[in-house]
């Protein structure tokens, strides 16, 4: 669908947003806000976009987010996530919600993902764009 510009700029990745996409999730995937299982990618959750939540987390903190890509479906954590904020897929450019969302303070395991930390790519982020710096100091 894009012509040979993948990495082109952000604007072409939010042209894409809007397309619908057919794809329906995996069929464990749950919606982190309506907690329906299979149906829709949190990007296309009704419900949020009626309430304007659009995230499992709503506070103001930073916490673990696990991400799926609508379109290649590629999953990716990261312990930059923030409330009602998106980050994107690497290959796809596709900017997605996270469906999923735990404190950063309880990790749960998740401890070696904090290495991801250093490989916070500030391009992808949407929190990053908004404040023209790393989201985290
Ligand atoms: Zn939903
Ligand atoms: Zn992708
Ligand atoms: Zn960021």
Redesign the pocket.
């Known amino acids: 669908m894009s012509d040979s510009s993948e990495y082109d700029s952000d604007d072409l990745a939010e042209d894409f947003e809007g397309l619908a996409v057919d794809n329906s999730p995996p069929r464990k995937y749950k919606c982190g806000v309506c907690k329906e299982v299979g149906d829709h990618f949190i990007n296309d959750c009704p419900t949020a976009a009626e309430t304007g939540q659009r995230t499992p987390y709503q506070g103001k903190r930073r916490c673990f987010g696990q991400y799926q890509c609508s379109s290649c479906l590629r999953l990716w954590v990261s312990s930059?996530s923030w409330a009602n904020t998106q980050q994107a897929c690497q290959d796809c450019k596709v900017y997605v919600y996270p469906h999923r969302q735990r404190p950063l303070y309880k990790p749960q395991g998740m401890d070696d993902v904090c290495d991801l930390d250093k490989n916070?790519q500030?391009q992808l982020?949407r929190?990053?764009h908004r404040l023209g710096h790393?989201?985290?100091q």
């Open positions: 930059r916070h500030q982020c929190r990053c790393s989201c985290v």
